[in-house]
């Protein structure tokens, strides 16, 4: 299945919502949430913490520089990262305190605590939640991220992300962004496609003045 028609009714539930939705929708065009689920985890909540605070450019240009850094490989194994030099580390890019969150997801994949993809396909939204959020440093939207990019969970709003409200305050015509636990209630009507909703709303600030119009 290509990944147009994946989301045909995410789309055309959206769609329906209401006339906003339906709008967006109508310019933004298809959606073209493109899951990685290839990936393991413990890379992908690597990934994750590069990508935090970042514009996409940002963190790739990180990722790309760990990368090169560990040759013969696609991607640095949970040994690499606990054993890395730490100037190695910031010399790709990372923050300290992103040094030390990596550093804890590879111990946490080492120590069991990062499930195998195995293991985290069984496992619902909340209970990998919980079990990941109890590595330091990584908090709920970064696990959402593992759960949008790398597991294709198909309802999950990641409504701690800046994104994300101000999307829907653009969307709406609101005069702040709402706040988290209020996007969280209004949200359940868009269950459960809220991944679909969340695409959609990350592409509004730069559609800002089509959207208004």
Sequence with gaps: MNLLSRYDQSVAF???????????????????????????????????????QLTARAGDAIIGRLRDRFEGRDFPGPEDLVEANFDLLRACGFSASKIATIKAVAQGALDGLVPTRALATAMDDEALVARMTGIKGIGRWTVEMLLMYSLERMDVLPVDDFGVREGYRVLK??????????????????????TVAAWYLWRIPRERGNVLS
């Design 173 to 194: 015509s609101l005069p702040e962004q709402p706040k988290p636990r209020v996007l969280r209630e209004i949200s359940q009507a868009w269950a459960p496609h809220r």
């Design 14 to 52: 959206l769609s329906r919502h209401d006339e906003d939705w339906a709008r967006l929708i109508d310019l933004v065009g298809p959606c073209r949430h493109d899951p990685k689920a290839a990936r393991e985890p413990y890379e992908a909540l690597v990934r994750a913490v590069a990508y935090q």
